[in-house]
């Protein structure tokens, strides 16, 4: 093992606060980015189920000839 303690692990030869908060900010970023991706995914989602709707909606009362 390349470090005799778990505290030489963290501490990195001193670079242990750079380290970790790059790997800290790194993920936070990707877990930001998967959360964000999913709710625009379902805004998106909705948007497109409400618009079918909307031109069967449109599409029926064409059919029974109401303007």
């Known amino acids: 093992m390349f470090f005799e303690t778990w505290h030489d ?4 030869g001193g670079y ?3 380290v ?3 790997y800290g900010i790194s993920f936070v970023s990707v877990v930001l980015l998967i959360v964000q991706s999913i709710k625009e995914r379902k805004s998106i989602l909705k ?7 909307r ?6 009362d064409d059919s029974r ?3």
């Not at 692990?9 to 990195?12: K, L, R």
């Open 65 to 67: 000839g109401v303007l």
């Open 55 to 60: 031109q069967a909606r449109l599409q029926k």
């Open 47 to 53: 948007d497109v189920i409400r618009e079918q709707q």
């Open 16 to 18: 242990g606060f750079y």
């Open 20 to 22: 970790w908060l790059a």
């Open 9 to 12: 692990f963290f501490n990195m």
